[in-house]
């Protein structure tokens, strides 16, 4: 059973940096092309930073390109949102996301808060 277990959130000033930390635990991590999304009030949920499948290339929201920076380390079976510049309409709920890169269902983890205010 795959699990995905967020850490990082929390309350930061405008301006200000966060670094949330997803760790993956079941599956074989390197299977797995990971990702971030975030989910504000009465708003969809939406991608803010993945892995892709192909040669492990990355995509960001327009909104967040220079300020955020997603990274994996393999050996420990995380992947991590360096989030920089925060502003306040970066709060959100942020979701890890687990994509196998052979067919199947992505794995999500519970969330973890990032408010951005002063």
């Known amino acids: 059973q795959v699990q995905l277990v967020e850490s990082g959130g929390g309350l930061v000033q405008p301006g200000g940096s966060l670094r949330l930390s997803c760790a993956l635990s079941?599956?074989?991590?390197?299977?797995?092309?990971m990702g971030w999304y975030r989910q504000a009030p009465g708003k969809q949920r939406e991608l803010v930073a993945a892995f892709t499948s192909v040669v492990a290339t990355t995509n960001y929201a327009d909104s967040v390109k220079g300020r955020f920076t997603i990274s994996r380390d393999n050996a420990k079976n995380t992947v991590y949102l360096q989030m920089n510049s925060l502003k306040p309409e970066d709060t959100a709920v942020y979701y890890c996301?687990?994509?196998?890169?052979?067919?199947?269902?992505?794995?999500w983890g519970q969330g973890t808060q990032v408010t951005v205010s002063s």
């Open positions: 996301n687990a994509r196998p890169i052979v067919a199947g269902n992505d794995y």
């Open positions: 079941g599956s074989i991590f390197s299977m797995y092309a």
